[in-house]
């Protein structure tokens, strides 16, 4: 069953964002994208650069320059990490660096971080970062090697934590949307004033 278009757009409305879990979360609240365009903008981080200012920065570069190119738009894009302090954790490409990661983020306590950067139609910037706070349980090499053999840590710039992480997950603390993707409580209160 489809979710109807609760929020009839009036003007269009662009996820610039490649990432499914991110559509989905907003199609599931009703709000349907009328077109879907990734940004390509350079990701590095800065020296020094603390998580935080980092995802917003990402996120509101993201909106930008899809905004250039889709003038009189609204635009919503999105950038996640996790934070171990102030040391940030973006998607990895092997199985090895999935490994690693795990191995850090087992047993503790650490922070998914999104940052969101909205263009209005006018042009007008909305940015904001919301962070939630996960525990994981110490995982044991079984657990690690059941996640690896998943699949899951591909193309994902945390975890997939809806997945079988989830049976590592000791408590979680703020927006679990945040966490698969998208703070979709923050997103979808600034998205009501704008398009409709």
Not at 58 to 68: G, P, S, T
Not at 86 to 94: E, F, G, M, Y
Request: net charge positive.
């Amino acid at each position: 069953m489809t979710t109807p278009d609760l929020w009839r757009l009036k003007r269009p409305f662009i996820l610039a964002s490649a990432s499914p879990q991110r559509r989905i979360l907003l199609e599931k609240a009703g709000f349907f994208p009328t077109e879907i365009m990734s940004a390509d903008i350079d990701e590095s981080v800065h020296e020094k650069e603390l998580p935080a200012r980092y995802v917003k920065r990402i996120a509101c570069q993201k909106a930008q320059a899809v905004a250039a190119l889709r003038p009189g738009a609204c635009i919503v894009a999105a950038d996640t990490v996790i934070a171990v302090g102030s040391r940030i954790i973006r998607k990895v490409q092997t199985a090895e660096e999935a490994r690693e990661k795990l191995k850090l983020l087992s047993g503790r306590r650490h922070r998914v971080m999104t940052g969101i950067g909205i263009v209005k139609p006018d042009g007008k910037l909305i940015s904001k970062v919301v962070q939630t706070a996960v525990v994981l349980k110490k995982m044991d090499e079984a657990d690690i090697d059941a996640i690896i053999q998943s699949g899951e840590w591909k193309n994902v710039a945390g975890y997939q934590i809806e997945g079988v992480l989830s049976a590592c997950v000791r408590k979680v603390i703020g927006s679990y949307p945040n966490v698969v993707g998208l703070p979709i409580f923050e997103v979808a209160q600034i998205l009501k004033g704008i398009l409709r």
